[in-house]
């Protein structure tokens, strides 16, 4: 059964527009997952614009289902990593100017980089995926890295404003896909997923978990972090079912 990772970064966005105390991304991860998320997943930022420190350690105490830490290369972030042990770390390319995550992790080119953050999470114990675009160069690469999994970029496949462009993005993670499972990498995806174009990435052939945050936090802003989360895993469920 595939897994949903919900991504709870924008209910901290959300607390640190005003500098307050609300709303509190715990309770958003305690919602979540009684509404049946198999996962909480945070990215502690380099210039914490949204995750804080403190929301991490208290994830770390509260979180029944996996944690999984979206991690910088910085090696400051990593020892954060190793000091809070979460169920998974997700190493992610950073520019402190962009939105949001705005590609996959280099693999390549970063290579001595990426080695040594995956040695020192392995070492630590931790299960470690990486964040790449769906290439198959970069698949393989991740393998020869020592990476756990990794977590295919949808970003291009969520952007496609036609059929014709959509799917050959989609047959681009499908090829992805195949690469990891020949190489013996978990499958993971996320970046843009929403209500609508869930279904076909959820699909593909032996895909393990989705990591999804943006459009479930914006549907609980109209019926609820209960209902939005619910509703994105019977999505994703019934594309599975097919």
């Given at each position: 059964m595939?897994?949903?990772?919900v991504?709870i970064?924008?209910?901290?966005?959300l607390?640190?527009?005003r500098?307050?105390?609300?709303?509190?991304?715990i309770?958003?991860a305690?919602l979540?997952?009684?509404?049946g998320?198999d996962?909480?997943t945070v990215?502690?930022?380099?210039?914490?614009?949204?995750?804080q420190?403190?929301?991490?350690?208290?994830?770390?105490?509260?979180?029944?289902?996996?944690?999984?830490?979206e991690?910088?290369?910085?090696?400051?972030?990593?020892d954060?990593a190793?000091?809070?042990?979460?169920?998974?770390?997700?190493?992610v390319?950073e520019r402190r100017e962009?939105l949001?995550t705005?590609g996959g992790?280099?693999v390549?080119?970063?290579?001595a980089?990426?080695?040594e953050?995956?040695r020192?999470?392995?070492?630590?114990?931790l299960e470690?995926?990486?964040?790449?675009d769906?290439e198959v160069?970069q698949?393989?690469?991740?393998h020869?890295?020592?990476a756990?999994a990794?977590e295919?970029?949808t970003?291009r496949?969520?952007?496609?404003?036609?059929?014709l462009?959509r799917?050959?993005e989609?047959?681009?993670?499908?090829?992805?896909g195949?690469?990891?499972?020949d190489s013996g990498l978990l499958?993971?995806?996320?970046?843009?997923?929403?209500y609508?174009?869930v279904g076909d990435v959820?699909?593909?052939p032996?895909m393990?978990?989705l990591?999804?945050?943006?459009?479930?936090?914006?549907?609980a802003v109209?019926?609820?972090?209960?209902?939005?989360?619910r509703?994105?895993?019977q999505?994703?469920?019934?594309?599975q079912?097919?």
């Amino acid at each position: 059964m595939i897994r949903l990772g919900v991504n709870i970064d924008h209910v901290a966005t959300l607390r640190q527009a005003r500098g307050g105390v609300e709303p509190d991304p715990i309770w958003a991860a305690a919602l979540a997952e009684l509404a049946g998320a198999d996962g909480i997943t945070v990215h502690l930022r380099e210039d914490r614009r949204h995750i804080q420190e403190r929301d991490v350690r208290l994830l770390k105490q509260t979180v029944r289902t996996r944690l999984n830490l979206e991690a910088s290369l910085d090696p400051a972030i990593i020892d954060f990593a190793l000091e809070i042990h979460p169920d998974q770390v997700t190493l992610v390319p950073e520019r402190r100017e962009e939105l949001t995550t705005e590609g996959g992790l280099d693999v390549l080119r970063h290579s001595a980089r990426v080695s040594e953050a995956v040695r020192r999470c392995r070492d630590g114990g931790l299960e470690v995926s990486l964040f790449i675009d769906p290439e198959v160069n970069q698949v393989r690469a991740s393998h020869d890295l020592g990476a756990h999994a990794i977590e295919l970029h949808t970003g291009r496949y969520a952007d496609a404003t036609t059929e014709l462009s959509r799917n050959v993005e989609l047959a681009q993670l499908i090829q992805a896909g195949r690469a990891a499972l020949d190489s013996g990498l978990l499958l993971h995806a996320g970046h843009g997923l929403n209500y609508q174009n869930v279904g076909d990435v959820a699909a593909i052939p032996s895909m393990r978990e989705l990591n999804i945050g943006h459009s479930i936090v914006s549907r609980a802003v109209f019926v609820g972090f209960d209902q939005a989360v619910r509703e994105m895993k019977q999505a994703m469920n019934l594309a599975q079912a097919k």
